[in-house]
Every structure is written in C-alpha cells, then in structure tokens.
C-alpha cells in the first residue's frame, strides 16, 4: 500500500530536549517536504526536498532542520524546541513524475512543547 | 503573492441538507487547484482535484467542486451531508513545478443530527 509514515504520532517534550520526527514514504517520490498546521492558518510550508541531499527552506523554516540521506526518508529536527513550535506536522511526497503537485500525506505528528 | 481564502471558519448544517464550502485563490500562474479533508485525529485525505478541462470535478465521497476562473473560486458542495462528513476542509492552490501548496485557512463543519 502506499503511504507516508511519521513517527511519532504524538509527543510531549520540554523545552530545549532536541528531537526527531521521521518521515518515511515507499511510493519512490523524489519530492518531500514539511507541513506545520495551526488553527486559523490552514497548513504552512517548513522544508522541502527535491531529491536525496537536496534541501530547501519552506515560508516557516526558524527552528527547524531536515536532512534526506535516503530518497525514502525526510526526518524533520527541532535542535531546541520552544513553546511556539507546539502543533501539528504532516510530511508529503510526490513524485516528479506528475505534472502538478498532488502530493501524498501522513497521518500527523501532535507536539507539544511545554 | 499566492493565497487561498476560505472566507468561513466553522459551518453548522443539518444531516441530510446540502453543502457549499467556499474557497478563493490568488495564483500568478495557471491553477492546479484541490480540496482536502481532515477527520478527527486523521491526516490529509484528498476529495478531488482540478486540472483542466471540464471546470466541474468529481471527487470521493459524493462531493463535486466547480471551478471558475472569472470569480477565482474552487467552491467545493455537496447535495446532502452524512454525519460523517463533519470534518475539517482544506483548500489548497498549486502549479506545474511549483514546490508547494498553498493551503486555505480550513473550514470546520459541523452535522446537525
């Protein structure tokens, strides 16, 4: 079946403890990219990734890293995380193959960050 | 700039009443538009999609969205909901290449029994 995976799917942290949500999709897409949703502010675009080793910022990148060693995987790092960094992240791929972005996502990660 | 605007945050309709989720884009480029829909503790599922061609689109679920370029909408409607359908929507704008979608700010809809 294909899909996106992230782990994990909901997490509490505390401020400052460095943490990782992976990403993981088995469709061969050589695009991810990174999604936060806040209420009132639909979904915004942290990352993206074109291909392996291939990064760029999304509209909302402070605080975040990624890194794509692997086509299949686009883990999302919060080095420190803060308060205002508590939401809901969807990762997405697509292949270039298709003309437009119709994009695959996961089922979410809930952070909180207190 | 690009944006999408979905002018109502939160709809109340009955079971069984018809559906029009409104949605309007600004897009420098030709539009690839879609709708999403969000269940409770779900992720993105995607309801349909416009391209080109016919500017009516069918999509899963019984819902149907028409595009028009004029009024730069993508109104997405439904002649008769299911509770089931009390979700969250989302509309988004893309184009050929582009890196990403643009997302609406959602619309919560809510089913009267």
């Known amino acids: 079946e294909a899909q996106v995976t992230q782990n994990p799917r909901y997490l509490i942290t505390v401020t400052g403890k460095k943490l990782t949500v992976t990403c993981s999709q088995n469709m061969n897409h050589e695009y991810m990219s990174w999604y936060r949703q806040d209420p009132g502010l639909g979904l915004r675009q942290i990352y993206y990734s074109m291909n392996v080793e291939v990064t760029d910022k999304g509209d909302v990148p402070e605080g975040y890293k990624v890194s794509r060693k692997e086509k299949r995987n686009f883990p999302l790092i919060l080095e420190s995380p803060s308060p205002n960094q508590t939401s809901l992240y969807f990762c997405a791929s697509r292949s270039h193959r298709e003309e437009v972005v119709n994009a695959f996502f996961g089922q979410g990660t809930r952070l909180t960050v207190v | ?113």
Do not use: M
């Open chain 2, 1 to 113: 700039a690009q944006s999408v605007t979905q002018p109502d945050i939160h709809i109340t309709v009955s079971e069984g009443a018809s559906l029009e989720l409104r949605c309007n884009y600004s897009y420098g480029a030709t539009p690839y538009l879609f709708w999403y829909v969000q269940s409770p503790g779900q992720g993105l599922q995607l309801l349909l999609k416009y391209f080109s061609g016919d500017t009516l689109v069918q999509g899963i679920k019984g819902f149907e969205a028409e595009f028009k370029r004029s009024q730069s909408s993508f109104n997405l409607r439904k002649p008769s909901v299911h509770w089931s359908d009390a979700a969250e929507y989302f509309c988004a704008v893309g184009g050929a290449g582009a890196q990403k979608l643009v997302f609406g700010q959602g619309t919560r809809l809510t089913i009267n029994p």
